[in-house]
């Protein structure tokens, strides 16, 4: 079992405020991602999780069980830190067995030499070897575990800091940005190698990450966090279409949602520059944002009134996308849309193009941030 | 081009060795004393190592042995009659127990503390800090009196705690610790923590092992500081000869009523310099391993 809950979570640093009032469930099995722009917590909400830091107020339940007053290394979880923290001085293999040896051996069977006189020390030995020996197969580092961290590689020191956090086969794994200092090659194959780890492990993962990408590529749920706040939780794809807040939207999707000014009339009909929406929102009369994603702006040849036009001012090619930065002609806005390359290789920098929209595809946000329904479909 | 830079060259080597002369000279006389025999050494004649003829030296006869034992070389003569003369051996094993036994305690008190100045947050840590520091300025020979007689109405003088007492809470040592401890990283120690570690558990098994570096810059300053003192020792040891450090020891062969024998003395230097010669060379060079092998990030 693995479920941890997070019950009204503040903390504060002196007078700064840095978590929120913060109510989180995890379910037994769920990777669950923590993400969100740095400085907005959720590294020390992973920390509280841990019991490295204790909150201000507010309850961590770990299996129903209150840990508030419980120290880290009882709490039964295991952690992935950013930098490794692996302890430089030991080989791989003693890096791994040292959760191991403090968790099985007494204190007498810890002590160096007369501690081996301990009948039931070589029993327990042998377990731990074996633990080792298994975890290092299915990470692949059987080789490497005579080494010291100072002569792995980042992505092998990277794997010795998953394997010592499984070895003991915790109940919950927290990772502290655990990619972030891998190459970007890497870090991609690294993804899909945590999200098999998690499938045949079954084991809670919480996982705190500032990039949205790989938090929407390995996760069943994720936590968005701006500011000490817990803005949305909810699946990727539900993150991603339907956004509580207009900062979800802007900080989740790559690259970044397009934001124009709208209105809306007394009908609560919606219209942005000089296209209509054709559909209610249900705060009439007031200025709106409209978000729509760079992939539901379309180039177009035509000309009408679902139509806006503009001027190239970067053309990104990525091979499967081109993404175009278009300065709009009222000169108000700048945006971002998708175009696929057989259809927009010829058009370059400095090119005015006209701009159609994937109907239904808009979000509404007021004044204030929040997300506004259409009323009808 | 070349020719310029080899002129600069030379000007800093030039400077270099002067400098290293000034600092040799002293050495090279203590070790050519200690070679020759008195009549060379006051005619200031003979060179590095003197003519060594073999001869009978006056003041050992004087002190009691026959002709016969005192007659050799002079080389020989100098050590031989060094060793007869104080029991320099003991003075050694005496430097070796004190120097030892304060570098021991000095880690066992400064290691927790700095960690705990470094990494612990408690009510209070920069104020102790700060008095850390202010206990930098104090100088040794400020509080030497009131340290004596403390230590006398504990009726400790002419003892090995009275050496060693006094010296086992470093300042520098927790303030050197505590500045190699701030760059570690925490999350070493958080690991260690999510481990299962205690704090003092932290202390022994991953801050020492990653502070093997500081801790040899540290051994030096505090070992020699503590071979080489020569004030404190004369302080404590009042009588008892059982107890001479090795500077107290050299004092043995100032001149007395067998007026001043300067080949005996250099050699009984000579051998109280050179086990600290060799434990730097030695240190020096794990210092340097130490330095290369810590791949902390």
Known sequence: ?377 | MEAKQYIGEGWKHAILIIGAIVVMLPFYMMVSMSLKSQQEIQSISGGLIGAQETQTFPVCVKTGYSEETCTMKPYQYNYWFAFEKAPIPRYLMNGVIVTLSIFIIQVLVALPCAYALAKLRFYGREFVFSMVLFCLLIPVHGIALPLYVMLAQAGLVDTYSALILPWTISVFGIFLMRQFFMTVPDELIDAARMDGMGEYAIVWKVMLPTAIPALLAFAIFSVVAHWNDYFWPRMVITGNRDLFTPPLGIREFRGGIDSDEFGPMMASIVTVTVPLIVAFIIAQKRFIEGITLTGMK
């Open chain 1, 1 to 377: 079992m693995g479920t941890i809950s997070l019950k009204n979570i503040s903390k504060s640093f002196g007078s700064t405020q840095v978590l929120n009032n913060l109510n989180v469930d995890i379910n037994d099995g769920e990777f669950l991602t923590l993400v969100g722009p740095s400085g907005c917590g959720k590294s020390t909400l992973l920390r509280i999780i841990a019991g490295l830091e204790q909150q201000t107020s507010g309850d961590v339940l770990i299996d129903n069980k209150n840990v508030n007053r419980v120290r880290a290394s009882e709490r039964d979880l295991a952690m992935v830190f950013q930098s490794y923290a692996l302890y430089p001085h030991l080989t791989v293999r003693r890096n791994l067995e040292t959760p191991l040896r403090l968790r099985d051996y007494n204190a007498f069977e810890r002590l160096p030499l007369i501690g081996n006189f301990s009948p039931s020390k070589k029993e327990k030995t042998e377990s731990i070897n074996q633990l080792v020996n298994k975890t290092s197969e299915t990470l692949k580092i059987s080789e490497l575990l005579d080494r010291k961290p100072g002569q792995l590689s980042g992505g092998q020191r990277q794997r010795v800091a998953l394997g010592r956090a499984m070895v003991r086969e915790p109940v919950a794994f927290l990772m502290d940005e655990p990619l972030s200092n891998l190459d970007a090659a890497l870090r991609v194959h690294m993804r899909s190698e945590l999200s098999e780890l998690h499938n045949s492990l079954k084991t809670t993962f919480v996982y705190v990450t500032h990039d949205q990408a790989e938090a929407l590529t390995m996760s069943s749920r994720m936590a968005v966090m701006i500011d000490g706040n817990l803005l949305q939780l909810d699946t990727p794809q539900e993150v991603y279409d339907n956004p509580s807040s207009l900062s979800v939207a802007q900080f989740v999707g790559s690259p970044k949602i397009n934001i124009f000014k709208g209105t809306s009339d007394s009908s609560g009909t919606v219209s942005f520059l000089n296209v209509s929406l054709k559909r209610k929102s249900s705060e009439s009369n007031t200025d709106l944002h409209i978000g729509i994603r760079p992939e539901h702006l379309e180039i177009t040849n035509e000309s009408n009134e679902n139509t806006f036009s503009g001027t190239v001012a970067y053309r990104e090619n990525l091979g499967s996308d081109i993404f175009f930065h278009v300065n709009i002609e009222d000169g108000s806005n700048k945006i971002i849309v998708r175009g696929l390359p057989q259809f927009t290789h010829q058009i370059s920098n400095g090119s005015s193009v006209n701009i159609k929209r994937v109907s239904d595809k808009a979000l509404l946000f007021n004044q204030a941030g929040m997300r506004v329904q259409f009323t009808n479909a």
